[in-house]
């Protein structure tokens, strides 16, 4: 599926029912939200998305992120880079130890 507002293809599951626009569209606006802010939610948004693979989630969430960024052009900072590469690298069973 396509986003109308940013342009970017997705699989179904990053759009909410009856919703036409993307999960980044939907909840961040790039005027107000700096990439940083949005890394710093992939836990939360990784809870609420039903995925079962953390680290596959991390790495789908990091790349559309990319792209959403990119096609607004919201800048990258050297932190920014550094806390995704941290993220990427993380195992699935990191806080998964209760389950």
């Known amino acids: 599926m396509m986003c109308p507002n940013c342009k970017q293809d997705y699989f179904p599951m990053w759009f909410k029912a009856g919703e036409r626009n993307c999960f980044f569209c939907n909840n961040y606006l790039p005027m107000r939200d700096s990439k940083t802010a949005i890394i710093n939610e992939i836990e939360h948004n990784f809870l609420m998305s039903g995925y079962i693979s953390r680290n596959t989630y991390y790495n789908d969430y990091l790349n ?23 993220l990427r690298q993380e195992k699935d069973a990191t806080r998964d130890y209760w389950h």
């Open 64 to 86: 559309k992120l990319n792209n959403w960024c990119k096609h607004w052009s919201i800048s990258t900072s050297e932190y920014d880079i550094e806390l995704e590469n941290r």
